[in-house]
């Protein structure tokens, strides 16, 4: 997926959050948090996508 459709989807999803803390009955600041740990991760992901393989195949015995 491209950076900046995931960013707009997030961007999206951290509002419905914003909504979900002051509206009942949606859930809120656990929306942000999600989309900030999903944003990390793809970050980090397309910087350094050789590190992010070798902690789950390659490691020392």
Not at 1 to 10: D, E, G, H, K
Not at 40 to 54: E, T
């Amino acid at each position: 997926m491209n950076l900046a459709i995931l960013y707009w989807v997030l961007i999206g999803l951290m509002l419905v959050g914003v909504l979900g803390a002051t509206l009942p009955g949606l859930p809120g600041t656990s929306l942000i948090l999600m989309a900030m740990a999903v944003w990390c991760n793809a970050i980090y992901c397309s910087l350094f996508p050789v590190a992010f393989l070798n902690q789950f195949f390659f490691q020392p015995k």
